[in-house]
């Protein structure tokens, strides 16, 4: 089973209510990835089993919506792209040397016409006595269940201290990552919200990658430029990135520590990676040699002739946003708040 939940903590020094749905959309503009330099400043805080205790030394505000059948007067027409945690993308050279990436995004046609009743909603947090973040979101039940049994996907939403994490599990609107989701902020006291988001992506080099399980080696992560998603003066949408880029030095990185790990598994330590696998029987040891096997068959001979992240077999994953916000208030003050949009995958 694979899970992913990471939850990143950004260190900072200080750092018109809407009910309007956001559709998902598949339109975005060539985004260029560069190498995440600063990893340094971002902070593991909690791991898998955060949503089952409390994180030690840590209290946190935790808001989670309760999923309740509306009228049915109140069904959505809702249509959006789903976009997986495991990301299928096409490449190309460009022609500055660099490498252009599209990734796949899949149509899931209008919902709420097809199996499900689609409600909006929202998960609601209250930052303090005078501003709450609201996370936009539906509810989906079955048409075809004859109880009001949930059919739709949950939404956390956690504060600590001063930064805000929300988690979207498996199929909310937008898909499986949080991009294209909207948020907003409430109060009569808040004169307007600013702020900037970043993408972040992992790239990482494969070697054995199924259903059920994925054997990576980490290489880098990337991130995108800083940009304004604010379409209005309270609400925020997050970008779809579906066409990248990444310039000719920073692919010679990635290239270079790909073709490192590569060598290093398959030609150094291979012989003492499969003997390990020998206390666990034979089978083990042939299954390993069959991941070496069939490594093999997709790499160059030399694997330094590979000239894209598909010919290297490297898997291109969307990490989570970081949204730095300003908020300020009728009386000249203001509050700066960090919002992490991470997303929860389980594949059984």
Request: charged fraction near 25%.
């Amino acid at each position: 089973m694979k899970i992913k939940i990471s939850a990143i903590l950004l260190s900072l020094f200080l750092c018109k209510n809407t009910t309007t749905v956001f559709a998902q959309t598949t339109e975005s503009k060539r985004v260029k990835l560069t190498i995440l330099e600063n990893s340094k400043q971002y902070k593991k805080v909690f791991d898998r089993d955060f949503f089952g205790k409390t994180p030690n030394s840590i209290t946190y505000k935790e808001s989670m919506y309760k999923a309740v059948m509306p009228d049915l007067k109140d069904t959505l027409n809702y249509s959006f792209s789903e976009i997986w945690y495991e990301r299928e993308f096409i490449d190309k050279i460009n022609e500055t040397g660099g490498v252009d990436i599209s990734f796949n995004l899949y149509d899931s046609g209008d919902h709420s016409k097809k199996n499900n009743f689609i409600f909006y909603n929202t998960a609601n947090l209250k930052l303090d006595s005078k501003t709450d973040f609201i996370v936009n979101w539906h509810n989906k039940f079955n048409r075809k269940s004859k109880t009001n049994e949930y059919e739709g996907t949950e939404v956390h939403v956690y504060l600590i201290n001063d930064t805000i994490y929300t988690y979207n599990n498996s199929d909310p609107c937008g898909g499986t990552t949080p991009e294209g989701n909207s948020f907003r902020f409430s109060g009569k006291e808040i004169k307007s919200v600013t702020g900037r988001s970043r993408g972040v992506f992992s790239i990482n080099q494969i070697f054995y990658n199924n259903e059920r399980e994925a054997w990576l080696e980490d290489l880098y992560y990337l991130e995108t430029p800083w940009n304004n998603c604010f379409i209005d003066s309270m609400t925020y949408k997050l970008p779809v990135f579906k066409d990248v880029t990444i310039s000719k030095d920073t692919f010679h990185k990635i290239k270079e520590k790909a073709v490192g790990v590569q060598k290093y598994f398959l030609i150094e330590k291979r012989d003492s990676v499969i003997a390990s696998y020998r206390t666990h029987g034979e089978g083990a040891v042939n299954s390993m040699k069959s991941v070496y096997e069939s490594l093999e068959k997709r790499l160059n001979p030399n694997f330094d002739d590979a000239r894209t992240p598909n010919e290297l077999y490297l898997l291109i994953e969307f990490e989570y946003f970081v949204n730095e916000l300003t908020i300020k208030y009728n009386d000249g003050t203001f509050k700066r708040v960090v919002h992490f949009a991470d997303y929860i995958i389980s594949v059984l």
